[in-house]
Structure formats: structure tokens, C-alpha cells
């Protein structure tokens, strides 16, 4: 079966940087899209980054463009967020999705991040 399995998250101070990765199987990884969400106690999910199948195309919200860099390896069914000089406003649980569209609706269980001093 398709499993998502997040890990990195922890506590960081503002400025820091962490490296997210989510371990994927049951499917075959170099043909999805992959994306990272997030959500914040509160708040809606939301679209973080996402990546093409090869990772030659990817895409970032406005709020973290610069500061995270989504990246993938095909070899390993693996793919990554990679976010520098956090800020408190980063604080949420960050997850996995394969794919982006409402047809694709598998998640890992999630990865909390908090950033603070």
C-alpha cells in the first residue's frame, strides 16, 4: 500500500534551518508529483512546495519562496524540503503528499516543526 513516512521536524530557533524528508513506497515514486503542506493550529492546510516528476519543475508559496528549496531523489523514493532562515510564522506540522490534485489524497502522518527562541 502507498506510504508517506515524514521525518526532521523538531525545534529551531528563528534564522535556523531543518531538512525535512518523507520516505515514500507502494507506488511508483518517478512518476508522481510530489508537494509538501503545512498546517499551523487554526489554519487551513496549505500548499508549501511542490515538484515535478524529475524535479526539473517546482513550485513555492509566496511566504517561503527563497527560503525553501523542495528536492527529490528518484533513486530512493525519496523527497525533501530543505528550509532556511525559518521564522516563527513556520511553526506548524509539515506534511507529504504524493501528488497535489483532489484525485491524489495520500499523506504521511505529518512532522512538527516549531520555531522559536
Known amino acids: 500500500q502507498v506510504q508517506l513516512v515524514e521525518s526532521g521536524g523538531g525545534l529551531v530557533q528563528p534564522g535556523g534551518s531543518l531538512r525535512l524528508s518523507c520516505a515514500t513506497s507502494g507506488f511508483v515514486f518517478v512518476t508522481y508529483g510530489m508537494s509538501w503542506y503545512r498546517q499551523a493550529p487554526g489554519t487551513e492546510r496549505e500548499l508549501v512546495a511542490r515538484?515535478?516528476?524529475?524535479?526539473?519543475?517546482?513550485n513555492y508559496a509566496d511566504s517561503v519562496k527563497g527560503r525553501f528549496t523542495i528536492s527529490r531523489d528518484n533513486a530512493n523514493n525519496m523527497v525533501y524540503l530543505q528550509m532556511n532562515r525559518l521564522k516563527p510564522d513556520d511553526t506548524a506540522v509539515y506534511y507529504c503528499?504524493?501528488?497535489?490534485?483532489?484525485?491524489?489524497?495520500?499523506w504521511g502522518q505529518g512532522t512538527q516543526v516549531t520555531v522559536s527562541s
Open positions: 503528499r504524493r501528488g497535489w490534485t483532489i484525485r491524489d489524497n495520500y
Open positions: 515538484i515535478s516528476t524529475a524535479g526539473s519543475v517546482t
